[in-house]
């Protein structure tokens, strides 16, 4: 909200539209939409393994799967191939859409999707990623709780390897 107060056009303090999640300003009518920063978040599978990583900027145990920001004029496939690639050094194929998780604050949308080794060895972006191991459902370390869309690629897993 603190990005809209004012138009960008005519300078006039904007005001709430009625019926939309966007900002009108009510001398020159220009909408204003808030900024949206979309980030993919992947689950990476090796057989009936998973991919965790533990970043650098969280203390504690906690793995999670792979995640990052998507770039300017780069689609979704593009940055999960990136992301992947650039924090733990590996190649993935067969691509699936898993599903998406509003995040308001930082004005994000999650966008998840799962995805199957294809090869490469483990090398970390020890700037970004601590640790990165494949686990087993039976074998699995602090994950993150269960609001989260890392929670819900995670319990896919989970669900899928208990029926087995």
Known sequence: DRYHQYCGRCGTPTVRARNDWNKQCPKCELSHYPR???????????????????????????YSVLAGFVEPGESLEDTLHREIFEEVGIKVKNVRYFGSQPWPFPNSLMVGFTCEYESGELVLQEEEIADAQWFTADNMPEIPPGISISRRLINWYLDKHRQQ
């Open 36 to 62: 949206l920063s979309p980030a993919i978040i992947v689950l990476v599978e090796r057989g009936d393994e998973i991919l965790l990583a533990r970043a650098n900027r969280y203390q504690g145990a906690m």
